[in-house]
């Protein structure tokens, strides 16, 4: 990115996406909106 325009750290995404993924398999029925809809 340009100067001025840092990207964010690959740290941030992978460790949110490697923490929740085993933490939270699923959300409880009611959180989201049934699949398809």
Same mark, same amino acid.
Request: no cysteine.
């Given at each position: 990115?340009?100067? =001025?325009?840092?990207?964010? #750290?690959?740290?941030? #995404?992978?460790? !949110?996406?490697?923490?929740?993924?085993?933490?939270?398999?699923?959300?409880?029925? =009611?959180? !989201?909106? #049934?699949? =398809?809809?």
């Amino acid at each position: 990115p340009p100067p =001025g325009d840092p990207a964010p #750290p690959p740290d941030v #995404p992978a460790v !949110l996406v490697d923490d929740t993924a085993p933490d939270m398999p699923a959300p409880p029925p =009611g959180e !989201l909106p #049934p699949a =398809g809809s």
